[in-house]
């Protein structure tokens, strides 16, 4: 049996179903995330000093590059978008490939901050803003991972569908975008939140 | 996102490199910013407008808000509303406690 409206839309919500399923999962991803800042707030308000994220070792000059990459990496990733709807497979790949290397640097210049900060003996369990660093930019690390697997399986073996059926490849990728570009939207809120103030 | 075709994509595309300058400037812009040491509450007021500037940005062209179906808008209207409670509620949750301090 066919899974129903892969292309065309339905005609009630005059959206194919994968669109607005990823739309009320990141609804519920903004309550998750919104669940942990919300946290934040209430602590940093709860809390008789609060450090500023320098004092507390944060490398904002590798935060900023880290974010530059995630920008970046978010417009490759709509241009791959477009190479599909242009029906241009080399851009697609070079631009995939692309977003997938932005996302895996993010994650090395992550680990190189983390384990600057465990050489230096500061653990989640220091103190309560490490702690909620530590939550914040694990989980958006985690999610930041989950989106580089499924682009890596949309350039790689999934990419196979761009031949067969490139109106549903196209889908695809638009929701593997909308992930995308979400874990970018959270870091523009992490990065000015942890780091800078 | 309902214009598709390849005239209008090449065109979005501009528009796309265009929004990744506009999000690089606003990020030079807010590092630079935290460094001129403003008190708590206009460096949180600053950072904060600059992060939803950017985050529309993304929001509206690399995730096509600005042309949507209204499904998808109802929606954000619903978790907008949901996000605001849960960032709001409990801090006022705590307001008699600072009050009484």
Redesign the interface.
Known sequence: MEIPYTVEPRPD???YNA??GI??FL?SE??LF??L??SY??LR??APVWPHGRDEGLN?PLA?LN??IL??S??T???AW?SV??NDRKKYRLYMGFTILCGLAFLVIKGIEYAHKFETHHYPSTNTFLAIYFTLTGLHGLHVLGGMIVNSYFWGPGAKLFARDPERFGNRI?VA??YW??V??VW??L???LY?? | ?EH?D?DS??R??KI??A??AA??TL??V??TV?YLHLS?VP??AV??L??SI??SL??A???HLIDE????YA??I??VA??AV??FV??FG?WDQ?ILR
């Open positions: 919500t005059g959206l669109k607005l739309w009320l609804a903004v309550m919104g669940a800042f919300s707030v209430l308000t709860g904002v900023t974010t530059l920008i970046a978010s417009v990733m709509v241009m477009a709807k242009l638009e975008g909308l570009h979400f970018d939207l523009i809120f990065f000015p939140t800078l103030l | 996102m598709t390849p994509i090449r979005q595309t796309y490199v929004v990744f999000l690089a990020t030079i807010t590092v935290s708590a460096a949180i950072a904060l600059i992060a950017k985050g993304v929001a062209y690399f995730m179906r209204k499904a998808i929606i954000l619903l978790t949901f996000f849960l960032m409990p801090s705590n600072r």
